[in-house]
């Protein structure tokens, strides 16, 4: 059970500001280059012996475990609440709400099969020590309204002992009702592994200290992404509206060609790349804006309007409006981050 994460900021992304400088005589420069030289070399020496004990720390625990560095104890007991699987009649349910409760570490897993007729939601679990299998709950109900809702509860405080919980939704690739799904993860990263087939009237996956990876394709009408200290990546079918946020991480999603379109996209981020393709039959107003990095707008039929703004230092930071296509399309797209370059790509 891992999440593959991906690092979205490259060499490219990190520009510095430059100061143009008057000429300097050929002693003084030959003079000030040994200078920074010895200073750097100092500083890497320094730097060196800072940082070898360090690493070889960290080398250490990592070949000596698997498990996360904050578990004093490794977590070397399977176990699987009954009834192992629980099961939730598509004809009755109008809604999905799936929820991770506690300090547990982990995943929740949403795919389709065409091998099953009914919603299907199961939880596994790795445990530290036998004794806390009596902490675990696991709970699976349909309520008079048709509201599926299976919660996975662990304890709120672990002090060091691990708890691993692997939570998976798998729904019929047969289903036809357009149901609202909501996710809420702690401590968790939310992977789709392909929902393409099904068609959510409404879509909102939220999570603490984890990633959201769309491997293949999410498909609803509004959809909403939130993290904290986390990337969100994939491909996304929206047909309203879109917005997707986090604080420490990187933001890549795709919007591929679709006859229906949503009408707003908004994408946030802090600390991080925000990286937005759109289909070249996008209509409507764009913006991207950073505060330092690169702002990038790419396409064709591009109409760039005078309420943008530079950086403060040239070449980083600014933001970037306009309009694609024709100026009264219905379309609207924002991207932004604050450390990270912001790209709007139309292809």
Same mark, same amino acid.
Request: glycine share 2%; charged share 20%; net charge negative.
């Given at each position: 059970m891992h999440s593959q994460q991906q690092q979205y900021l490259s060499e490219k992304d990190l520009l510095l500001p430059y100061a143009a400088q008057s000429p300097v005589p050929q002693e003084r420069q030959r003079s000030s280059k040994f200078v920074k030289a010895g200073a750097l070399l100092v500083v890497a020496a320094m730097a060196a012996l800072l940082l070898n004990p360090l690493v070889t720390a960290l080398q250490t625990v990592l070949k000596s475990s698997h498990r996360p560095m904050y578990c004093h104890q490794p977590p070397e007991f399977e176990y699987t609440p009954e009834p192992g699987i629980w099961h939730a009649d598509p004809s009755k349910v109008q809604a999905i709400e799936v929820e991770g409760k506690g300090a547990s570490s982990g995943g929740i897993t949403l795919s389709t099969s065409s091998s099953i007729t009914t919603i299907t939601a *199961?939880?596994?679990? /790795?445990?530290?020590? *036998?004794?806390?299998? /009596?902490?675990?709950?696991?709970?699976?109900?349909?309520?008079?309204?048709?509201?599926?809702?299976?919660t996975v509860e662990t304890p709120d405080r672990l002090d060091g002992r691990c708890i691993l919980s692997d939570v998976r939704l798998t729904l019929p690739t047969s289903l036809s009702e357009r149901l609202a799904l909501k996710v809420k993860g702690r401590n968790a990263f939310i992977k789709v592994e392909d929902m393409g087939d099904v068609q959510f009237g409404g879509v909102e996956l939220i999570t603490v200290n984890g990633a959201i990876d769309i491997v293949k394709t999410i498909n609803g009408a509004d959809i909403g992404l939130q993290t904290t200290n986390g990337a969100i990546q994939g491909d996304v079918i929206s047909k309203a509206s879109f917005k997707g946020t986090t604080t420490n991480g990187g933001i890549k999603l795709?919007?591929?060609?679709?006859d229906e379109h949503p009408k707003t996209i908004s994408v946030h981020t802090t600390n991080g790349v925000a990286h937005v393709s759109l289909p070249d039959s996008f209509s409507g107003h764009f913006a991207a804006s950073t505060k330092m990095g690169r702002v990038t707008v790419e396409g064709s039929d591009l109409h760039f309007d005078d309420s943008g703004r530079p950086g403060h230092f040239p070449g980083i930071g600014g933001r970037r409006t306009g309009w694609k296509g024709a100026e009264n399309g219905e379309q609207k797209v924002e991207v932004g981050t604050v450390n990270g370059a912001a790209r709007i790509i139309f292809v």
């Open positions: *199961e939880a596994h679990f /790795r445990l530290a020590s *036998e004794e806390l299998i /009596r902490d675990i709950h696991v709970t699976a109900v349909t309520t008079s309204s048709g509201t599926f809702q299976f795709s919007f591929p060609a679709s």
